[in-house]
């Protein structure tokens, strides 16, 4: 088992930034991908950037590419989502998750078999 704690939410102004941290819990941190995804009022949760199980590989939805940044340090059992350039459109509840995802697969919610509570990021125009 695996339990993530995010932390880092809060009010931006548009064209701010923010840091999201993701704390796991148990040894077997390493093993796992690491996704995070979002979902904003009346609509479902989307995916928004994975890293492999090393840091290897990276995957971004096309709307953050080049303003967000996914990052993981096993040492610390931990996942950041280093977010730029925020827009209104990305006011939502960030959920952090963790899984054996296989290549082809990070997008998906379903590969994942652990999430965290959730963060809200509110970004005012």
């Known amino acids: 088992q695996v339990q993530l704690v995010e932390s880092g939410g809060g009010l931006v102004q548009a064209g701010g930034s923010l840091r999201l941290s993701c704390a796991a819990s148990?040894?077997?941190?390493?093993?796992?991908?690491m996704g995070w995804f979002r979902q904003a009022p009346g609509k479902e949760r989307e995916f928004v950037a994975a890293?492999?199980?090393?840091?290897?590989?990276?995957y971004y939805e096309d709307s953050v590419k080049g303003r967000f940044t996914i990052s993981r340090v096993n040492a610390k059992n931990t996942s950041y989502l280093q977010m730029n350039s925020l827009k209104p459109d990305d006011t939502a509840v960030y959920y952090c998750?963790?899984?054996?995802?296989?290549?082809?697969?990070?997008?998906?919610?379903?590969?994942?078999?652990?999430w965290g509570q959730g963060t809200q990021i509110t970004v005012s125009s």
């Open positions: 890293i492999s199980w090393n840091g290897g590989r990276t």
């Open positions: 148990g040894r077997t941190f390493s093993r796992y991908a």
């Open positions: 998750a963790a899984g054996v995802v296989y290549s082809g697969n990070y997008y998906y919610p379903s590969s994942y078999d652990f």
